[in-house]
């Protein structure tokens, strides 16, 4: 019997396939010997069991013999191929397909060198070796240097570090596309608010300009920003809504936008939702 790939049943599908899951990814075919095209697909997994050579591992299923286990799994046809990682289905297809579609859908499933690197360098970051981290990264951007998560995990690394100038380049670097994206949407907003706070001057003084001249607005901007960057959302907010109820046009309503930017910053925080509304109050 190979070594990587195994008859499963239910007596050993939960160690091989649930189990052997939290290893390396298990695809799971459903087949049965009268199964024509199943004895087309079954050969190509088997094949490309050994050739990967325990990227994945192969468990075969009769579902005859394993009706339950069939059922479970919500097979309606087969051969169906199942794929769990984790534990979980991560992906799946019916039917056989060929081999160049296989190795697609295997080569989907089993994680680049460069992914690997990326969870070894979440773990040393989860444990405050975030200058080990940012090696690591190195390494998985030399492997594969068109994958942007790699770049974006490494500037959320050196925003953290405080080296704003060079997370910045990271960010400048990404895709249109990538740029999008939830994570770096929030990634640039914070480091936004972390460059303006950081160039914006001392809050005693900005607030004795603001007491000196309450239509201050570049000084009220200064201040909404560093309250923001220093974890004091509402009152950068608050700040910025009196800008807005003085003058809500100032710099191409650059008080709006910024209050957009700090929404951006606090995704499923119930301030958002309160602001919102407080936002579109000061607008009417």
């Known amino acids: 019997m190979s070594q990587y790939a195994f008859d ?12 052997g899951s939290k290893q390396v990814p298990v695809v799971v075919d459903f087949w049965a010997p009268w199964c024509g095209p199943c004895k087309v697909l079954k050969p190509i ?17 009769n579902s005859d ?3 339950e286990l069939a059922a479970q799994f919500g097979v309606r046809g087969i051969p169906s191929v199942k794929a769990l990682y984790g534990g979980q289905i991560v992906d799946e297809f019916s039917g056989a397909i060929p081999e160049g579609e296989v190795r697609g859908f295997l080569d989907r499933l089993i994680p680049s060198p460069a992914e690997e690197l990326r969870s070894k360098a979440a773990e040393l ?4 070796d975030a200058a080990q981290a940012l090696q690591v990264l190195a390494e998985a951007s030399k492997l594969d240097a068109a994958n942007e998560q790699v770049r ?19 960010l400048d670097s990404l895709s249109p596309t990538m740029k999008l994206e939830e994570r770096a949407v929030q990634l640039a907003a914070r480091l936004n608010f972390a460059l303006s706070g950081q160039s914006g001057g001392d809050e005693q003084a900005l607030r004795a300009k603001i007491e000196t001249d309450p239509k201050d607005m570049d000084s009220r901007l200064q201040l909404a920003n560093l309250l923001v960057a220093s974890g004091r959302p509402a009152e950068g907010m608050d700040e910025l809504l009196a800008m ?12 709006r936008k910024t209050m957009l930017s700090v929404f951006n910053l606090l995704p499923g925080n119930p301030l958002v939702a309160e602001y919102r509304r407080k936002l579109a109050s000061a607008l009417n």
Not at 53 to 59: H, V
Not at 125 to 128: D, H, N, T
Request: hydrophobic share 45%; aromatic share 8%; no cysteine.
């Open 244 to 255: 807005i109820t003085l003058d809500r046009a100032w710099h191409d309503e650059a008080a």
């Open 65 to 67: 013999e394993n009706q």
């Open 45 to 61: 997994l088997e094949k490309l069991a050994e050739e990967y050579a325990g990227k994945f591992i192969l468990a075969k299923v």
């Open 8 to 19: 499963v049943d239910s007596s050993n599908f939960e160690q091989i396939v649930i189990e």
């Open 125 to 128: 970051k989860a444990q405050g």
């Open 152 to 170: 974006l995990d490494a500037a959320e690394i050196l925003f953290e570090l405080g080296e704003l100038d060079e997370a910045r380049r990271l």
